[in-house]
């Protein structure tokens, strides 16, 4: 059985370009997160959705970022445009409940 | 926003003996705390999780969580130098599906 799938794994890229993370969560999970992890401020939630809703997006730190759901198989989240500020490592995680989440392997995001 | 706070570390502890890892919180309302674990350069773990005040053992593995003083620690007892990671405390806040992580503290298990 797959784990959460995320892609790509490694992004670099330049100051003013947009980025866009995909995630693939577990079969079966309603609960999908997303959290970015620096060394400065730790692992953040960012955003969260519950069968696909949106429910809690109080985490994103601005209107740069923008994160869908459109289907239960699969999220993006964006960043338009990028900083450096944004360079960091962007975790996905799904669960059939919020106790038990099952983070992907990150992808790990270079601003220059 | 919401307290966790955890000594980053490293904690450096001998093969075979007890690792003592801890946790405060700020929120007086959260009523879920897990212990993630996880490896350089990997994703984190959910190793653990407590929900009442008192202790839960799982394997090697002793979570024990303290509502009053609002701390929770972990316990690794026979450790071994597979457990070297870092340890990541996560507390629910009042939006209950919604878990602030501490900065983590690293755990160094030295053969």
């Known amino acids: 059985d797959a784990g959460v799938i995320q892609s790509p794994r490694h992004e670099v890229t330049e100051m003013g370009q947009e980025v866009t993370l995909r995630c693939k969560p577990i079969?079966?999970?309603?609960?999908l997160f997303w959290y970015r992890q620096t060394m400065m401020r730790g692992l953040e939630l960012l955003i969260y959705?519950?069968?696909?809703?949106?429910?809690?997006d109080s985490g994103m730190p601005e209107d740069r970022f923008s994160a869908k759901m459109p289907n239960a198989s699969f999220s993006t989240l964006k960043i338009q445009p990028s900083e450096p500020r944004d360079s960091a490592v962007y975790f996905c995680?799904?669960?059939?409940?919020?106790?038990?989440?099952?983070f992907g392997p990150g992808t790990r995001l270079l601003v220059l | 926003q919401k307290e966790v706070e955890q000594n980053s570390g490293p904690l450096s502890v001998p093969e075979g003996a007890i690792a003592s890892l801890n946790c405060t919180y700020s929120?007086?309302?959260?009523?879920?705390f897990f212990w993630y674990r996880q490896y350089s350069g990997k994703s984190p773990e959910l190793i653990m999780s407590?929900?009442?005040?008192g202790d839960k053992e799982d394997g090697r593995f002793t979570a024990q969580l303290n509502k009053a003083s609002q701390y929770v620690s972990l316990l690794i007892r026979d450790s071994q130098p597979s457990d070297s990671a870092t340890y990541l405390c996560?507390?629910?806040?009042?939006?209950?599906?919604?878990?602030?992580f501490g900065s983590g503290t690293k755990l160094n298990v030295k053969p």
């Open positions: 995680a799904s669960g059939r409940r919020p106790e038990t989440q099952y």
């Open positions: 079969s079966g999970h309603d609960y």
């Open positions: 959705f519950n069968n696909n809703v949106p429910i809690d």
């Open positions: 929120d007086r309302g959260s009523q879920s």
């Open positions: 407590i929900y009442s005040n």
């Open positions: 996560a507390v629910n806040g009042d939006n209950f599906n919604k878990f602030y």
